[in-house]
């Protein structure tokens, strides 16, 4: 029986889609020479002033009320002060305690069961710079593009128990986000981020323990290996006798361990004070009721008509669904004729493969969605084997040729033509009398063979149908 109760919180940094930064000019593009994105604003040159990105507001604004929160009328920005090489300000613009957007929720399912995250409130603010360290040089640097880069952080209650649900949460906030098309949720590059607060207590007891903080956790699989190893890092603590320490912790994903970094700061270290260069911010009921009806249909939404509407088992909708770009391919799919069921069969396990391969998105696919569905009216027609369909699907994926086409000229048509098969048949069986007298005398499973030679003789161009029809009359 367990000892004890793990609580979780998670603090996401979204950075979101706007071409420039939230208080300045300057672009928002990743992958730019460093210092190439830097105007005084951004590097806190004194005697500017910040101007506020109105795209950003929105975005925040669209988050919340997609995840169910209030919206609040005014809300203030304050200054959080710290010092760092990468914060040329000295502090950096966020806020505090009036944040945009308060008490929302995201529902997740985990084993079977569902389960609701509350979240605790979302917040606009600036990311700081990024220290890069030269080890052979024996120097640091700064780069201060992404410097100002307009972020929400999203912060949860401490409802989540384990690693799995974590998990589930993080991928089910994300899919809002890449959805509502306000962040592009790449992890890898930082925009999608998240810092988890793991405590542990025994079970039956209300307080909390002592939480640590745990950063560099830039894939979902990471979130789950550095929380399994939290969690027990702490249980065998206590059941040592001693006390878990509040602070902040890496994980190294090589050796899978979590080891310190800090002591963690509470909120009056920063010392918030409302930031006296930016008035309060705010929000016309007008525009939020528009926003409001802006919003596409999102990800549960999406798969409970997908199941409902087309009959799809909730895995299969929950797996088109993950991603806005697979669900939009898929539904691209079904306007050009295709069938649902067998329509997602095909972008599930031969469009995904041929996209994991190649490390593209569903819209970069050179096979479009109108071709898909005419390569799948060729199985459906006869024209061709479900088995050459597939054979042929990854040269279609990265030329983008015409399916119909394509078989044509490379002389795939499937052979219908019962005349033709019969020969084929006859030949077969002439050349195995042994396999056809077993046949006759009762092993049945011999068809298999029977199909797979006629296959094999006619470059697996033999309508499979007709190929078994003619051997089960004459075979007899």
């Known amino acids: 029986m367990a000892r004890y109760e793990t609580v979780i919180g998670i603090e996401v940094h979204a950075q979101l889609k706007t071409a420039s930064k939230i208080f300045c000019g300057c672009s928002t593009r990743f992958g730019n020479e460093p210092n190439e994105n830097v105007c005084p604003v951004c590097a806190g040159m004194p005697g500017v002033l910040p101007v506020l990105n109105a795209t950003a507001v929105e975005y925040a604004a669209k988050m919340g009320l997609a995840t169910g929160c209030v919206v609040n009328p005014v809300s203030v920005f304050a200054r959080k002060n710290y010092f760092y090489p990468d914060l040329p300000k000295g502090y950096q613009i966020s806020q505090y305690e009036q944040p945009i957007c308060e008490h929302g929720h995201i529902d997740i399912t985990v084993g079977g069961a569902a389960k609701r995250i509350g979240i605790t409130r979302i917040h606009m603010e600036e990311d700081a710079g990024k220290n890069i360290h030269s080890v052979a040089e024996g120097v640091s640097y700064v780069d201060l593009n992404r410097a100002c880069v307009p972020l929400i952080e999203i912060v949860s209650e401490p409802d989540m128990r384990n690693a799995e649900e974590v998990v589930a949460y993080l ?70 006798g001693g006390a878990v320490i509040q602070e902040t912790r890496l994980y190294d994903a090589g ?152 078989v044509r000229d490379k002389g795939l048509v499937q052979i219908s033509d019962s005349g033709a098969l019969e020969s084929a048949v006859d030949a077969v069986i002439a050349a195995n009398p042994a396999e056809a007298e077993a046949y006759r005398g009762g092993k049945t499973k011999l068809m298999g063979f029977f199909v797979g030679q006629i296959m094999k003789a006619t470059k697996g161009q033999a309508n499979p149908g007709l190929v078994n029809e003619l051997l089960r009359k004459k075979l007899g």
């Open 255 to 406: 050796k899978n361990v979590t080891v310190s970094m800090r002591g963690k700061e509470e909120a009056n270290d920063y010392r918030y004070f409302p930031d006296p260069d930016l008035v309060p911010l705010s929000l016309d009921p007008v525009l939020l009721a528009r926003w409001q009806d802006e919003l596409p249909e999102l990800p549960v939404a999406r798969r409970d008509r997908f199941v409902t509407a087309l009959g799809l088992s909730e895995y299969d909708a929950e797996v088109l669904t993950a991603e806005r770009d697979m669900a939009d391919y898929f539904e691209a799919t079904l306007a050009a004729g295709a069938d649902p069921k067998k329509a997602a069969n095909w972008v599930q396990t031969e469009l995904l493969r041929e996209l994991n391969q190649a490390g593209i998105a569903a819209r970069d696919c050179k096979l479009t969605p109108d071709k898909l569905a005419g390569l799948m009216r060729l199985v459906d027609e006869g024209a061709i084997s479900g088995k050459i369909a597939k054979q042929i699907f990854p040269d279609l994926c990265a030329t983008g040729l015409d399916p119909a086409a394509y």
């Open 171 to 240: 991928k089910a906030l994300r899919a809002i986000l890449v959805y509502l098309d306000i962040c592009d949720g790449n992890m890898e590059e930082g925009s999608f981020r998240c810092d988890a607060n793991v405590s542990l207590r025994p079970v039956g007891r209300e307080a909390f323990g002592t939480r640590t903080e745990l950063k560099n956790l830039n894939s979902f699989r990471h979130v789950q290996k550095a929380i399994e190893y939290e969690v027990n890092r702490q249980a065998d603590v206590l059941d040592d």
